[in-house]
C-alpha cells in the first residue's frame, strides 16, 4: 500500500548580512532563505500526518 504523508520540518540556519537596521537584516536574511543561501545546522522533523492511502 501507498500512503501520501506530509511531513512539517524546522530548520534552524545561520547567515551574516549587512543592514540599515534590525528590520532590513531580517528581510535580507529571509531573501536568503528564498535563495537558498542559508546553511542549516539542525533540522527537526515535527510532524508527519497521514494525508491519502493509495
Keep these: 500500500m501507498k500512503y ?4 512539517t520540518v524546522q530548520q534552524t540556519g545561520y547567515v551574516e548580512v549587512e543592514a540599515d537596521c534590525e528590520s532590513e537584516a531580517k528581510a535580507i536574511a529571509v531573501e536568503n ?20 492511502y493509495f
Design 4 to 7: 501520501g504523508v506530509a511531513v
Design 33 to 52: 532563505v528564498y535563495e537558498e543561501r542559508v546553511p542549516y545546522h539542525e533540522t527537526e522533523v515535527t510532524e508527519c500526518k497521514i494525508e491519502g
